[in-house]
Each structure stands twice: as C-alpha cells, then as structure tokens.
C-alpha cells in the first residue's frame, strides 16, 4: 500500500483505539486498522486520524470490521488517512441493512451541518414512501419508467444500471417545461394581431435587378418565406440563420424594402458600433440609389444617407442606443435584430414595444446546434441559408505550434507583397501581469518593425468610436495592409481583399469565437490563410483547434463547441436563458429533445389552453415581465 493522493476504499479490523490530547486545548482521536490481506491494504496497517472528533471513541473499537474511504499519506514510514469515511461492517448473521455498503452511492455537495452519511440516510428513507408517486405528471418518457423509480435509479442505482439514464428521464422533463414555455408564447403571438406587409414588390424588384450577383437559392427560400409571413395577418416572429458569409445581410435588405413599400418604418439594431456602422455604409451603397431614406443611430454618432428636407428615414440602423432614441419611430413596422444572442431577451422585447405589434425578424451569422435552436428560438420559425454565394474564395485552416516567428513574417510579407491584406489577432488589449499572454498593444510596435514598407494599423475595445471608425476605414480603402487587432472586428467587418487572419494565441479563444473571426477573410475571390498560433501545451487546446483545421462548415464547428464546452457557455448563459437548466448535459441529445418537443405539441393541439384534463400543465407555463421590468433586472 501506498499513497498516492487519490481516494482510495479499504477493508480492515480494528485493532486499537487511541484518544490524544494536543496542544492549545485539541483533541485526536485515532484508530489503527490491519488488513485482511484481500484488498489493497494487504496485512499492513494504516492509521485513522479524526481531530477534534472525541465522541467518535462510542463509536469505534478494537475488534470492529470497517470500510474506510479517503486519501493516504505517508508520514515518516507510516500511513494515515484523516478524517476517512467509513462504515461498520454488521457481525456475521447480522440482518442489519445499511445504504453505505455493497452498492454504489452517491455522493452530495457539502452542506453546512449535514454530514454525507445523515444525507445519504434521509434521502434513501424519503426515497422509499409511496407518496412520492405523487410527483409524476404528463409526460411520460417512452421506456423512461416511473418518476419514483427515475429518483431512485438516480440516487441508489443497482449495480448494473446507469445512473445516466435516470437523469435522462428528469431532462425530458427539463425540455418539455421549454417546449411548453416556447409553443404556448409562439402560439400567443400567432394570435396576435398584426399589419399585413410585402403586397408591394417595386422596390424589391429594383434592388433585384441592380445587383452584379443573382441570389442563392437559399437566399431566394428565405425570402419568400419571409414575404409569406410579412402578408400573413399574424406578426412575423422569424429567425434568419446562417454561416458567415451566406448572404443573410441581402436577406435582411429584401425585408426591409418590402416593409418600406408598405409604407412603414423599418429598424435594424447591431450589438456593436463597428457592425452598425459596417451595415449603414452597406444599406446606403446598395439602397440609396433606389430613394430610400437610411438613418445611422448609434450612442456616438448619427448619420444620414439624406437630406431632411426629403422626409424622415424610412431604414434606420443603430445599436442599442435605438432602444432610447426619442421621435425617430413614428410607424415601426417591421424589425431585424442582427446577432440576436449578444442581446439580452428583454432589449428586444423593448424594441419591439416601440412599434404596433411590428413583424420581426432575428438573425445570427454563429451557426447554432440544433437543440439550442429549439430551445432558445423554440417560438420562432426557422429559415436557413445552407449555401454561399458564389465569388467567395477558398479559406485554408491550419495549427502551428511554437513556429518561428521569422518564418510567420515571411508569410505575412509574401501575402502583402500580392496585394493581399491581413489582420493580426491577439486576446488582449494591453500587457497583463496574470497572464504571459502578448497584447495587441505591444505586438503593435514589433509588427510596425517587421513590415517595413507597409502600414500596420491598430484597433481594439478601448479606442473611442471615431479612432475605430477611422481605422477601419483605412483599412477597407487598402490604406493600411496590416491589421493588429483584438475580437473587436469578430463580427460585420467586410474588407474583401483581406486574405489572412493570424490568431496568436489561439488556444485563448472559443471555437465558435474563431469560426467567426475566420468569417472575416476569404470574402472576396482570393484565397484565404487562417492560421493558428499556440504554445502546444495544452492537449484539450491542440483538440479544439483541431476541429476548425478539418472543418468549414460553421455547423459541424458548433456540434463540436457543444460536446467540449457544454451549453451553458456556447452562446452565454444569462443572453441565452440557459442559466437555470439542471440537466444541461442532455442538450446534445436531439432526439431527447424533439420527442419533449413532439409530447408539447400534442397536448397544446389537444387542449390549448390547458383548460380541460391537462389544467395541472397550466403551473409550468412562466409568464414573461415586463421588457422594461427584465432590462432593469
């Protein structure tokens, strides 16, 4: 036997007791126990120690078979485990039955004033009264068994069983309380009343007609069930899903004109300057030409494609500050919020309160695994761009660790060198003493030195709007060719001559974080360099970055976010709502999820205002606050 440092279980008779007084007024109670020579103690001996635990002398003596469980330490030759869990073996011919031996066992979180033993104890007595079948409800899992047997399995299984598949069961019931929530709002909206959009096509049919590039047919899908929607008298409630680079900005210009023929208002809100800005100059290159009037909004600046003279703004595009703006709404009929999921739920139920019940419709360029989208989109329709447009240019992936930063200039400069730009990504702003992480403020100066000839520039979070703007505008006119810069251009920044995205320390970043960072380069027809620098230390890191090197499909990465991180941080607990799921783990199992979805929509068909003989669901449906109630929490 030795110590190792890990929990270890042993079987032994004790042979003497010893109660110790130390000093400053301490007690130690220890008891030697000798093996048996059938488990791991052999026939040596190891030493029992509990301090200030006098009253464990009734409890224990010379003559006792225990079961001891706990970490070993060698002091000076001899071995002793402190504070051990144990359990008392019953004399032979004993009836007595105990829930701490022979079987498998939980084991609870600690808390204050119960020791496991007692715990283990009460919830095995609770666990035994019939009137826990009181608990089961109405959905039942197909071959799940009872909610009793489910509890027990999951706290006292048998030795064959998985207490997985327990948990199982009470996460069916996890995700058919959402599914409920999310089909009784979905159901509530569809009831609403609403204004009947898109009858008018001229402006659609212009924008059609001007653009170089035909839509995919994806592009095309989405926009006709959007249209359908839009002429529909219930209010539009749409999620706009898609890989970066799969045109849902065009998607969303089509709505909005199709809102702005109907003679109604139309808003879009970003997460950040930098993206607002990003779609103003968008909308105002590819709309202005058709007359339509585009205002910018955000809390730094304010823009106009015209003059006021011409009316007020018909697209107005902003950030959060939309939220606050004063008389800029005077008809809100139709909404588009670009990456939903950087936005709290209350923010948009705030925009959507300055309109009349307007149409809505939210996209997201971080591609989304199936089962979150049932469970944080559950009650919006779904429409999916599963194709790029054509023109866009290849982008390799590849993981380097510890290159030769020689050999990493040399192939920024062969790229400059053929017109090419880059951007030169790093996790922090400036230095800091925790981390040995370089910054983009001091790789600035280094890169600044290793480009002679070329302009390197520099944007991060800490600079005020305008220096961004300005930087960025540098930028996409080629007046700067390399880009040192934070995640501050993660989203919406379209310069399509940038071919290379070097992301040092790659390791610091989420997959989804760098599959949208990868986003930025091959937008134009060359190709594209991503490439990943880490340190090689960590072989969970070396894993993750090996998924974005064997794949592009923004899908694919997401499963694979899903099974490494866990739901709780691929979108952001306390944006997503997630914060509160108990059985979380379950929400890679789609089909676990689709049959709670299925059982929800049965008993909604059957009884949709849980009046007859499902009235008992009616407790689990959470009525929503205020927005402005949410937003202040």
Known sequence: MQASGEPVCLRGLISDTTN????????????????????????????????????????LAAGMEVVLYGKVKD??????????????????GDAAHSVHLERVVPIYRNISGIPQRRLRESMYEVLQRPELSAFEWDAPLEGGGSKQDAYRRAHFPEPEEAPRDALR????DEFFRIQMNVLWRKSRHERRAGRVLGRKTELLTRFYQSLPF?????????????????????????????????????????????????????????????????????????????????????????????????????MIIGTHALLYSGGDFLDLGLIVIDEQHKFGVSQRAMLIDRGTVPDVLVMTATPIPRTLTMTLYGDLDVSLLDEKPEGRGSVVTGVRSNPKQTDVTAFVREQLDAGRQAYLVYPLVEDSDSLKVESATEAFEKWRKRLPGFAVGLIHGKLRPEEKEEVMRRFRDHQ????????????????????VMLLHHAERFGLAQLHQLRGRIGRGGHKGYCVLLTDGKNPEALEKLAVLEASSDGFEVAEADLRMRGPGDVLGTRQSGLGGLKFGDF???????????????????????????????????????????????
């Open 20 to 59: 110790r007084r130390l000093g400053g007024g301490g007690r130690m109670f220890e008891a030697s126990v000798t093996g048996d020579g059938a488990n791991g103690l052999g026939h040596g001996r190891i030493t029992c120690r509990w301090f200030n635990m006098p009253f464990l002398s009734r409890m």
């Open 75 to 92: 002091v000076k030759g001899r071995l002793f485990i402190d504070h051990p869990e144990f359990e008392i073996l019953p004399e032979e």
């Open 169 to 172: 069961r009470f996460a069916f």
């Open 214 to 314: 035909g839509f995919t047919e994806a592009q095309k899908r989405a926009v006709r069930e959007i249209l359908a929607d839009m002429r529909a008298p219930s209010p539009m409630n749409r999620l706009l899903q898609g890989d970066v680079g799969s045109g849902k900005t065009f998607v969303a210009m089509s709505a909005m004109l199709l809102a702005v023929d109907s003679g109604v208002q139309t808003a879009l809100m970003a997460p950040t300057q930098i993206l607002a800005e990003q779609h103003f100059l968008t909308f105002r290159r590819w709309l202005a030409p058709l007359g339509v009037r585009i205002a910018l909004r955000t809390g730094n600046r304010e823009d106009a494609s015209h003059l006021e003279i011409e009316g007020a703004p018909q």
């Open 480 to 499: 700067i060719h390399a880009l040192v810069a934070t995640t501050v251009i993660e989203v919406g920044v379209d310069v399509p001559n940038a071919s």
């Open 587 to 633: 929400l890679g199992d789609t089909s676990l999820l689709v049959d709670a979805r299925k059982l929800a929509e049965s008993v909604l068909a059957a009884d949709p205002e849980l009046s007859g003989r499902h009235q008992r669901l009616k407790a689990l449906i959470v009525s929503e606050p205020a927005a402005t109630e949410v937003f202040r929490d």
